[in-house]
């Protein structure tokens, strides 16, 4: 019998997944003493070979479009750091009939932080308690103030830029200097002060001064492709280090879980996993769980974890497994600025993304639909890239010295805005196990079911009002959606932001929640889940900085309980 | 900029630098060896490609076009990858020839200067499928070519020079907008 293997080695806690939140709980818990073995469905990160930062299109032979073109119409171009893929060849997922939604899925140390926007809003003290304030939804067991102070180690740890701005219910964090605007953010500005739209200086995971040993950012604009000086956040390169230089960290790479095996005492005590490599079966045990595979993953674990004590999956006597999925609500518009043309060639590159953004603006006012969203924005003088030119070519047509010359005096002309906004939870959208369906590895794969409610179509269309509005008061002209919405209309595919939540939340009352106000399976002591499952509601904020706050707070109450014996 | 190069220089692995300017050389080092050989496009079809790539973005004053760009070698990369492009291109260009030969009595290639340019006046522009059906697919494969022409020059070290784009280097600090009227 396996139980009485004398050679069995015991880690005090495995997690599952090495992104934000399982990088964040391998921190913490390492450091805090205990031994931790990670599972990490992919291969690990090499840095110094896995990223093309400072490479010029010219350089690779497919000039960043990737073999056959095919980056030329995904989310990763060549250049990308290793992240993930919308369709990942021998793993799939299903659509329920009348259902359309997008999975992106990473197979990687460091996981979807190896790519992710670095953008690092905290959520508001409202947004905790959106229930009580509206009707909708549900609220969360724990406050703001809860979990701020999770917020500010997380902050003073991975480095974050901005401005104390006192925005109502964007709360202030514990900020970097932010960088200065490019000269697309001062037009932009200038036209909200008009419109009475906040527009203040983004919050990023960029350091702009050394910290913990990492360099200033050197202002490539190239975050998504990795940086080898880690100036920016990456699970893999700010987390994973220091849990490995405790002595006290294991990561098992191209394991993909399969289980969770429950005892007969009713706890977790190991985990059954496919080593890829060699697809062969194995099992890791450990004293405690922390799951931490992405939201849908982790569900899709959880309903896979079958025994008789739960026939419905592990920690899942609610059902509430896999329901009450949730996206951010995305929208986007360009615009054409005829003042840019005039601008003298510069530097505009700046760090990987915005320097400036726009919070939720009209928060505590009557507006058509509930909740919020910010605006994200961007464009300008980036480096010429494949596709780039596409919508002159089509506005323009023709060929020779003329389309030449317009392209040439279009360039840098553009500003995209993205909204991203709070989707309520409803009954018609959540993930469960397909009856008929496997992946190579024999694990049964999640079906998806999706609809949009009317707030959040609503929400949708007062964006595009609102990017039209700021096209127009700074001068420009609208020129299409930033990027082609398989879903009819103005909003973005479920699943397409890639700001999945809420599938195995937390909750006071164990019959509508599968985890307690500590991210504690109520039905599993010893088992949690640390990404952004737990979460009860999908604030317009992206939700990377609290999957890691979250965890940071999680993995504290883990090490409180091994130190009194209670695992 | 050279002392912000040197001092951030020293944060970065070297190897790092030095794996990627290998595999860079590893690439390109199989298309410089002597003439290049097409690997979808007949000899025939890469010269039709070639002139077209140079038709649409030209030399000019103020740069090079799309050849010595490299257009037609990255679109014949990356049609020998994609079936979809073989056919869209592959096709296209075979449709463009027996177009010409129909119209002209030659392929695209040995038509005069001004044959070539009223063919290309005609499937340069949606408006005219519109009005002449038998157009249509040759707009498509115009329209497609373009944008793939557009990615080999601006991606291209002459094309980003052209644009101006100045970037992709180390800073201590990023300056911001440069002080401009009127913004």
């Known amino acids: 019998?396996?139980?009485?293997?004398?050679?069995?080695?015991?880690?005090?806690?495995?997690?599952?997944?090495?992104?934000?939140?399982?990088?964040?709980?391998?921190?913490?818990?390492?450091?805090?003493?205990?031994?931790?073995?990670?599972?990490?469905?992919?291969?690990?990160?090499?840095?110094?070979?896995?990223?093309?930062?400072?490479?010029?299109?010219?350089?690779?032979?497919?000039?960043?479009?990737?073999?056959?073109?095919?980056?030329?119409?995904?989310?990763?171009?060549?250049?990308?750091?290793?992240?993930?893929?919308?369709?990942?060849?021998?793993?799939?997922?299903?659509?329920?009939?009348?259902?359309?939604?997008?999975?992106?899925?990473?197979?990687?140390?460091?996981?979807?932080?190896?790519?992710?926007?670095?953008?690092?809003?905290?959520?508001?003290?409202?947004?905790?308690?959106?229930?009580?304030?509206?009707?909708?939804?549900?609220?969360?067991?724990?406050?703001?103030?809860?979990?701020?102070?999770?917020?500010?180690?997380?902050?003073?740890?991975?480095?974050?830029?901005?401005?104390?701005?006192?925005?109502?219910?964007?709360?202030?964090?514990?900020?970097?200097?932010?960088?200065?605007?490019?000269?697309?953010?001062?037009?932009?500005?200038?036209?909200?002060?008009?419109?009475?739209?906040?527009?203040?200086?983004?919050?990023?995971?960029?350091?702009?001064?050394?910290?913990?040993?990492?360099?200033?950012?050197?202002?490539?604009?190239?975050?998504?492709?990795?940086?080898?000086?880690?100036?920016?956040?990456?699970?893999?390169?700010?987390?994973?280090?220091?849990?490995?230089?405790?002595?006290?960290?294991?990561?098992?790479?191209?394991?993909?879980?399969?289980?969770?095996?429950?005892?007969?005492?009713?706890?977790?005590?190991?985990?059954?996993?496919?080593?890829?490599?060699?697809?062969?079966?194995?099992?890791?045990?450990?004293?405690?769980?922390?799951?931490?595979?992405?939201?849908?993953?982790?569900?899709?674990?959880?309903?896979?974890?079958?025994?008789?004590?739960?026939?419905?999956?592990?920690?899942?006597?609610?059902?509430?497994?896999?329901?009450?999925?949730?996206?951010?609500?995305?929208?986007?518009?360009?615009?054409?600025?005829?003042?840019?043309?005039?601008?003298?060639?510069?530097?505009?590159?700046?760090?990987?993304?915005?320097?400036?953004?726009?919070?939720?603006?009209?928060?505590?006012?009557?507006?058509?639909?509930?909740?919020?969203?910010?605006?994200?924005?961007?464009?300008?003088?980036?480096?010429?890239?494949?596709?780039?030119?596409?919508?002159?070519?089509?506005?323009?047509?023709?060929?020779?010295?003329g389309l030449k010359q317009k392209c040439r005096s279009s360039y840098g002309t553009f500003i995209g805005f993205s909204g991203r906004g709070e989707m309520i939870p409803n009954d018609k959208s959540y993930c469960e196990l397909d009856p008929n369906v496997i992946d190579q590895w024999g694990i049964p794969v999640l079906r998806f079911h999706w609809q949009w409610g009317e707030n959040e179509i609503r929400m949708a269309e007062d964006m595009q009002d609102t990017f039209r509005s700021i096209v127009e008061a700074a001068g420009g002209t609208v020129r299409g959606g930033t990027r082609r919405h398989s879903h009819a209309g103005n909003i973005s595919t479920g699943g397409e932001i890639i700001h999945e939540v809420g599938t195995v939340r937390m909750g006071n009352d164990p019959k509508t929640s599968a985890l307690n106000k500590n991210c504690q399976a109520h039905d599993v002591k010893n088992l949690f889940v640390a990404d952004a499952a737990p979460f009860v509601s999908n604030p317009d904020k992206n939700p990377t900085l609290s999957i890691m706050a979250l965890s940071w707070r999680t993995s504290e109450y883990l090490l409180d309980q091994a130190k009194k014996g209670e695992l | 900029m050279g002392a912000a190069l040197g001092s951030v220089l020293r944060a970065i692995p070297l190897q790092a630098a030095e794996y990627a300017h290998s595999i860079i050389e590893a690439e390109n080092a199989d298309d410089k060896a002597g003439g290049y050989a097409p690997r979808f496009f007949t000899p025939h079809q890469f010269g039709t490609l070639q002139l077209l790539c140079e038709t649409i973005f030209p030399a000019d004053a103020d740069s090079g076009g799309a050849k010595e760009a490299g257009a037609p070698e990255f679109i014949d990369l990356i049609t020998s990858e994609n079936s979809d492009f073989q056919l869209k291109l592959g096709g296209g260009i075979m449709w463009l020839d027996s177009t010409c030969a129909d119209r002209y009595g030659s392929p695209y290639l040995e038509c005069t200067h001004e044959q070539q340019k009223e063919i290309l006046d005609s499937i340069a522009y949606r408006r005219n499928a519109a009005r002449d059906k038998s157009l249509s697919q040759g707009v498509e494969f115009f329209s497609l070519l373009r944008s793939l022409t557009s990615d080999g020059f601006f991606t291209s070290k002459i094309g980003i020079k052209y644009l101006g784009y100045i970037g992709n280097s180390f800073l201590t600090h990023f300056p911001g907008c440069p002080p401009v009227p009127g913004v």
């Open chain 1, 1 to 401: 019998m396996q139980q009485s293997n004398p050679r069995r080695k015991i880690f005090d806690v495995c997690v599952i997944g090495s992104g934000a939140g399982g990088g964040t709980a391998a921190k913490v818990l390492t450091e805090g003493g205990l031994s931790v073995v990670m599972l990490e469905a992919g291969p690990r990160l090499h840095p110094e070979t896995d990223f093309k930062e400072h490479v010029w299109p010219y350089e690779l032979a497919h000039r960043g479009a990737g073999v056959g073109a095919r980056a030329r119409f995904q989310l990763n171009d060549e250049f990308m750091a290793p992240n993930g893929f919308w369709d990942i060849e021998g793993e799939p997922y299903t659509t329920a009939p009348g259902s359309t939604f997008r999975w992106f899925r990473s197979r990687i140390e460091g996981g979807r932080t190896n790519h992710w926007g670095r953008i690092a809003l905290r959520f508001g003290e409202a947004d905790f308690r959106a229930h009580s304030r509206d009707g909708m939804g549900h609220d969360w067991p724990i406050t703001y103030d809860q979990l701020a102070p999770f917020y500010d180690k997380v902050e003073s740890y991975i480095g974050v830029f901005g401005s104390k701005d006192n925005i109502p219910n964007a709360p202030d964090g514990v900020f970097l200097p932010p960088p200065r605007p490019r000269c697309t953010e001062t037009i932009i500005k200038k036209a909200c002060d008009h419109l009475n739209i906040t527009c203040i200086p983004s919050r990023m995971a960029i350091l702009t001064k050394p910290l913990n040993g990492r360099p200033a950012c050197h202002y490539c604009a190239q975050c998504g492709r990795g940086c080898i000086s880690a100036s920016n956040f990456s699970s893999s390169q700010v987390m994973i280090p220091v849990a490995q230089a405790t002595g006290r960290f294991t990561l098992i790479a191209n394991a993909m879980a399969r289980e969770i095996v429950v005892g007969k005492d009713g706890k977790a005590e190991a985990v059954s996993y496919i080593d890829k490599s060699t697809r062969s079966e194995n099992r890791v045990y450990a004293k405690a769980f922390v799951v931490a595979a992405s939201a849908c993953e982790t569900a899709r674990l959880l309903l896979n974890s079958r025994s008789p004590s739960f026939p419905d999956g592990v920690a899942n006597s609610s059902g509430v497994v896999g329901r009450y999925l949730t996206d951010s609500v995305g929208s986007d518009l360009a615009g054409y600025f005829p003042q840019l043309e005039k601008m003298p060639a510069h530097n505009h590159d700046g760090v990987g993304g915005m320097h400036m953004y726009m919070p939720w603006w009209r928060f505590g006012k009557k507006n058509d639909f509930l909740r919020g969203y910010h605006i994200e924005f961007g464009g300008g003088r980036d480096m010429p890239g494949v596709g780039g030119f596409d919508g002159v070519c089509a506005e323009n047509e023709g060929y020779g010295v």
